[in-house]
């Protein structure tokens, strides 16, 4: 997959997928994702403990998700979510019906998931059971824009000889695919935009993703 073909969701039409070296742009974002994760922990602090009450008073089970990812230079780590699940430690063959499991391996994405509560429902609705990840980005394992982060199993391989370009960034909160598109959009389009913002990305772009982002937040487009 060396050239996008899509739709507008994306400016990619036609894009060569080519890496390059940004060390100033680097260095500013690094900082800049500090700087905003530590400003919106400070902000959101009433939320998250408002969510954590109603997660434990709602469902049984941790508060906090926490499920393996794939980051900058194929380096696993732990990207973390407000709960939005049932707590089962059954695997999701077992739990989806042979259907379910099937239309699920399509996209990642299941309508209807019945693995979901009622508010997570509402979490994932409105992308507040993404708050977490702030603490992502200050470790360094995230930054507040670039490819949402995929898993090894399942995803990985579909991008085929693009894995190593996706893995050459720290994957985003938010991202170009993700304010864009997010779930009305086949994957192979979100792998094409995922691979757009690499070979893209600079201030400009990521000011935009920005903006993008909140008004698919607000405007619930997209969202499961």
């Known amino acids: 997959m060396r050239k996008a073909q899509g739709s507008d969701k994306a400016d990619c039409l036609n894009i060569e997928y080519a890496y390059k070296k940004k060390p100033f742009f680097d260095f500013c974002k690094r900082f800049e994702d500090i700087f905003i994760a530590l400003l919106g922990l400070l902000i959101t602090s009433p939320l998250f403990l408002i969510i954590a009450i109603i997660i434990k008073a709602t469902s049984k089970g941790p508060i906090i998700y926490r499920h393996q990812r794939v980051g900058r230079n194929g380096k696993d780590f732990y990207v973390l979510k407000f709960r939005t699940m049932i707590n089962d430690n059954r695997s999701i063959e077992e739990i989806l019906t042979k259907e379910e499991y099937e239309l699920f391996l399509v996209d990642l994405k299941l309508p209807n998931d019945p693995r979901v509560t009622k508010f997570g429902q509402f979490l994932r609705k409105t992308s507040l059971d993404e708050l977490p990840q702030l603490v992502n980005i ?10 949402r982060p995929i898993m090894r199993q399942y995803e990985l391989e579909r991008f085929g000889k693009d894995a190593d370009l996706l893995l050459k960034v720290r994957p985003g909160l938010t991202g170009y695919w993700a304010s864009h598109g997010r779930n009305n959009t086949s994957y192979d389009e979100r792998m094409k935009m995922e691979l757009y913002y690499v070979t893209k990305r ?21 969202a499961v």
């Open 138 to 147: 200050l470790k360094g394992e995230m930054s507040l824009i670039g490819p």
């Open 202 to 222: 600079g201030f400009w772009l990521d000011t935009k993703i920005f903006f993008k982002t909140i008004l698919a937040v607000l405007s619930r487009k997209g």
